[in-house]
C-alpha cells in the first residue's frame, strides 16, 4: 500500500524535485495527484517571535490540499494552531515559510498586488459574528464594501448586495440600512457569510464559525453554510474544535496536534476508526448522555493534562507526552505521515489497530459514532455536541 | 438582552434553514431596536434631566459668546464710573468691576476668549494627536517607538513651565496659548488614539478587510478610523473644561490672554485684590467657569459612557 502511494508521489514530483524515494516526499504522501485540487498547502510554517527571543511555534509544517466541492475539517484542541493555518492560508499573516498553492500558484511567491487580486478566491468567516463587522457602518455597506475595492459599479454593486443578503436569509430591505448591534449573533453571522460570498469566492475558510452561537443557531448556520456550499459551488475549510459539528459538515478531516497533522482521514472513517491515539482520545472526550461523563472526559486529562507549551514542543512526536503509547522511538524520531488506509494517513509510530480502537469503543463514544450514520441526522448530532 | 435577542432568531429561520421565509423575519428584526430596551424609564429620565440641564447651559453660553456683538450689552472695555464695583442692578445685572467695566458683557465676551482658546487647542491636539495616534498603533514597528519615545518625553515634561517659557520666549497672545496647551495635550491623544487602534486592528473586521483585499490606507480610513473618532472626540470633548481653567490658571499667573481682552482667568484675577470688600468681581466668573466647566465634563463623560454601552453591547 506504502508503495503505491509513493510510486504516485513520484509521478507528482518527478517533474518539480528530487528522486521519489527521498525521505522529503514521503512526508507528503497525504497530498493528493489530482486535477480538481484546489487548494494545496504544503510546509506550513507560522512562527512568531515572542519577547525575551523565544519563538512561538505556532504551525510547524502542515501539509494538505483540498479538491474542488470538498469540505475540509480541521479538528484539535484550542491553541494547537488551526486557527493560525487557516489564517496563514489567507496570508494574513504570511507564512513563516511553506506554500499555499491556489490552482497550483504559489500565494506566498506573488507579489503584494497579485496576491490581492488571487486571494479574492479565497474567502474567511470568524469565529465572533459580532467583532466580525464593523460597528460603525450599515450593513449594506459592509456587504458591499468588497465589490467597491475592486471596483463595480453602484448599481450592479446594489443588485448583488440584495442578491447576497437574500441567500443568506435576510430581507435587503430591512437589514440594509441598520447597524450590525442592531443585529443577533447569528443574524450577523449571516451578514458575515454574506460579506464573505459576494466576491464570489472558491474557497471559503471557516474559523469556528459556530462555536460563539447558541446551540440552536449554530445548526441554522450550518445549514446556510452546506446551502451555500451548493449554490456558489464552495470548497470549504472548516475550522472547529467542536467534533460532532466537523463530522457532519466535513468530507475528509484532519487533525492537528501542538502545529502538526497527526492523522488525515475521510470523516466516517476517521470518527469510526482513529488510528491516532490523539484522534482516538478526542473521539472518547465527546460528551455523552449516556455515559459516565467523568470517565470519558477525564480521559485526556489522565493522559498527561496540559498541552505542552508551543514555545518549546516536545522532541519526536509531539504528542508523546500525553500518549499511553509513547516508546522511546517517540521521542527520537518524529513519526512521518504514512497511509493506513484508503485516504487515510496518520502519523504515528504506532498506530491504534483497527481492531484495537472497536474495543475501547465500548466504553467511550467512538461506539456511537460508529453506529450513527452520517447522514442520518444532521441536526441532532449538532445539537449533541455541546 | 444578548439572551434575548438569540432567542429572537428561531423563529426566523424555520425547516432547513433555506432561504427563509422573510415575512417571518420582520417581527423580530424590528424589536432589535436597542433604544427601547438601554436603560428602565427612571434611569432614563434622570439621565435626560441632569443631561439637558448642562447641555441647556452650554448651549447659552456658546450662543451668549456667539451672539456678543449684537446683544444689548455694554462695551466690555469701557469703564462706568457710576459703576465701580457696583451692585447687581437693572442696568448692570451683574454689576461692575473694580474700574466700572460691565461684569455681564465682560463675561460674555470672556466666554468667546476662554471657550475660543479650550475649543481650538483641543481641536489641534486632538487631530495631530489623533492622527499620530492612530498611524502608531497601525503602522507599528519603528514609527510606534520613535512617537511613544517623543510622548513620553512630553508627558514627563512639566506642563506650566513649558507654558511659562513658551509666554516668555513669544509673548502672551491667544496664538502662543493655544499652540502651547495643544502640544501639551498631543502626548495624551497620541496615546488614547494608539491605544484604541490597537484594540480595533485586533477586530475581525479588519482581518475580513485585508481578506477581501482592501488596501492598507483604506482598511485604516474606512475600518479603523471611524471606530477611533468617537473615544478621542469623548475625550477631547473633557478636554475642553481642562483648557479653559488652565487657560484661567494662566491668566490668574498674569501670564493668559493679554489685557483689555476680558477672559473668565483674568477677570478673577482681577478681582482678587477687592475679594474681602467685593468678593463678587471674582466669584461670579469663578462661578460661571465652574459650572461651564461642570457641564461639559458631564455631557462628555456621558456621551462617553453612552457609547461604551454600545460597544459593550456588539
Not at chain 1, 493506513?340 to 465500548?362: N, Q, T, Y
Not at chain 2, 447641555?55 to 450662543?63: A, T
Request: proline share 6%; aromatic share 4%; hydrophobic share 45%.
Amino acid at each position: 500500500m506504502t508503495d503505491l502511494v509513493k510510486d504516485e508521489r513520484q509521478n507528482k514530483t518527478g517533474a518539480s524535485s528530487g528522486p521519489g524515494g527521498d525521505p522529503g516526499a514521503s512526508r507528503h504522501v497525504q497530498l493528493r495527484d489530482a486535477d480538481d485540487v484546489v487548494l494545496s498547502v504544503e510546509d506550513l510554517v507560522v512562527e512568531f517571535g515572542v519577547g525575551g527571543g523565544s519563538t512561538v511555534h505556532a504551525v510547524s509544517g502542515v501539509s494538505f490540499d483540498v479538491r474542488r466541492g470538498e469540505t475540509l475539517g480541521l479538528v484539535g484542541e484550542s491553541g494547537c494552531g488551526k486557527s493560525t493555518t487557516g489564517r496563514s492560508i489567507m496570508q494574513l499573516p504570511k507564512p513563516t515559510s511553506g506554500s499555499v498553492r491556489l490552482h497550483g500558484d504559489n500565494l506566498g511567491g506573488m507579489p503584494s498586488g497579485q496576491m490581492r487580486r488571487a486571494r479574492r478566491k479565497l474567502q474567511m468567516i470568524f469565529q465572533d459574528p459580532i467583532s466580525s463587522l464593523n460597528p460603525r457602518r450599515r450593513i449594506a455597506d459592509i456587504i458591499a464594501e468588497p465589490l467597491r475595492v475592486w471596483g463595480s459599479s453602484p448599481d450592479a454593486r446594489k443588485a448583488k448586495v440584495a442578491e447576497t443578503l437574500e441567500a443568506v436569509g435576510l430581507d435587503p430591505q430591512l437589514v440594509a440600512d441598520r447597524r450590525p448591534h442592531q443585529f443577533s449573533g447569528g443574524q450577523c453571522q449571516r451578514i458575515s457569510i454574506a460579506r464573505a460570498l459576494v466576491l464570489e469566492p472558491e474557497v471559503l475558510i471557516c474559523d469556528e464559525p459556530v462555536s460563539a452561537l447558541d446551540v440552536s443557531v449554530q445548526a441554522q448556520i450550518l445549514n446556510l453554510l452546506e446551502e451555500m456550499k451548493e449554490r456558489y459551488q464552495l470548497t470549504m475549510i472548516f475550522i472547529s474544535h467542536d467534533l460532532a459539528v466537523v463530522r457532519n459538515i466535513s468530507d475528509r478531516v484532519a487533525v492537528m496536534y501542538l502545529g502538526k497533522l497527526c492523522e488525515i482521514a475521510p470523516a466516517v472513517e476517521l470518527f469510526d476508526r482513529p488510528r491516532h491515539h490523539y484522534s482516538s482520545l478526542l473521539l472518547s472526550s465527546i460528551p455523552s448522555a449516556d455515559q459516565d461523563a467523568t470517565t470519558s472526559a477525564a480521559r485526556l486529562d489522565r493522559s498527561g493534562g496540559e498541552m505542552p507549551s508551543p514555545v518549546s514542543p516536545p522532541s519526536g512526536c509531539r504528542f508523546r507526552t500525553r500518549c499511553p503509547a509513547a516508546t522511546e522511538r517517540c521521542a527520537v524520531e518524529e513519526p512521518l505521515m504514512r497511509q493506513v488506509g484508503d485516504g487515510h494517513f496518520v502519523a504515528c509510530h504506532h498506530p491504534l489497530e483497527v481492531a484495537e480502537v472497536v474495543a475501547s469503543g465500548a466504553e467511550g463514544s467512538v461506539e456511537r459514532s460508529a453506529d450513527g450514520t452520517p447522514d442520518g441526522a444532521l441536526r441532532p448530532v449538532a445539537l449533541e455536541g455541546v | 438582552m444578548a439572551e434575548a435577542r438569540e432567542t429572537l432568531e428561531e423563529p426566523i429561520l424555520t425547516g432547513n434553514g433555506g432561504p427563509t421565509d422573510l415575512a417571518a423575519m420582520e417581527p423580530d428584526l424590528l424589536d432589535v431596536e436597542p433604544d427601547q430596551t438601554v436603560a428602565s424609564g427612571r434611569r432614563r429620565r434622570s439621565f435626560q434631566f441632569g443631561w439637558w440641564l448642562a447641555c441647556g447651559w452650554l448651549i447659552l453660553v456658546v450662543g451668549a459668546a456667539l451672539l456678543a456683538p449684537i446683544l444689548p450689552l455694554w462695551e466690555p472695555g469701557t469703564p462706568d464710573y457710576t459703576n465701580v464695583a457696583g451692585g447687581l442692578s437693572a442696568s448692570h445685572p451683574l454689576g461692575g468691576d473694580a474700574i466700572g467695566r460691565d461684569n455681564l458683557s465682560r463675561l460674555i465676551y470672556g466666554a468667546r476668549a476662554s471657550l475660543l482658546v479650550g475649543l481650538s487647542a483641543v481641536v489641534l491636539g486632538a487631530v495631530i494627536g489623533g492622527l499620530l495616534g492612530i498611524i502608531a498603533g497601525y503602522v507599528g514597528g519603528k514609527v510606534e517607538r520613535v512617537l511613544l519615545t517623543l510622548t513620553d518625553a512630553t508627558l514627563a515634561f512639566p506642563g506650566l513651565v513649558l507654558l511659562i517659557a513658551a509666554v516668555a520666549v513669544f509673548g502672551a497672545s491667544m496664538t502662543v496659548i493655544i499652540v502651547g496647551l495643544a502640544v501639551l495635550s498631543i502626548p495624551t491623544f497620541i496615546r488614547l488614539a494608539r491605544a484604541t487602534t490597537l484594540v480595533i486592528v485586533q477586530r475581525e473586521f479588519v482581518t475580513a478587510a485585508r481578506a477581501y483585499g482592501a488596501r492598507p490606507m483604506r482598511v485604516m480610513l474606512r475600518e479603523v478610523v471611524p471606530n477611533v473618532v468617537l473615544p478621542v472626540a469623548a475625550y477631547g470633548f473633557i478636554m475642553v473644561g481642562v483648557f479653559i481653567v488652565a487657560e484661567g490658571s494662566l491668566s490668574f499667573l498674569g501670564l493668559g490672554i493679554p489685557p483689555p481682552t476680558p477672559s473668565w482667568g483674568s477677570m478673577i484675577a482681577a478681582g482678587r485684590t477687592e475679594l474681602l470688600t467685593h468678593p463678587q468681581i471674582s466669584l461670579i466668573p469663578a462661578a460661571v467657569m465652574f459650572v461651564t466647566v461642570l457641564s461639559i465634563n458631564y455631557v462628555g463623560e456621558r456621551t462617553r459612557k453612552r457609547f461604551e454601552v454600545k460597544d459593550s453591547n456588539l
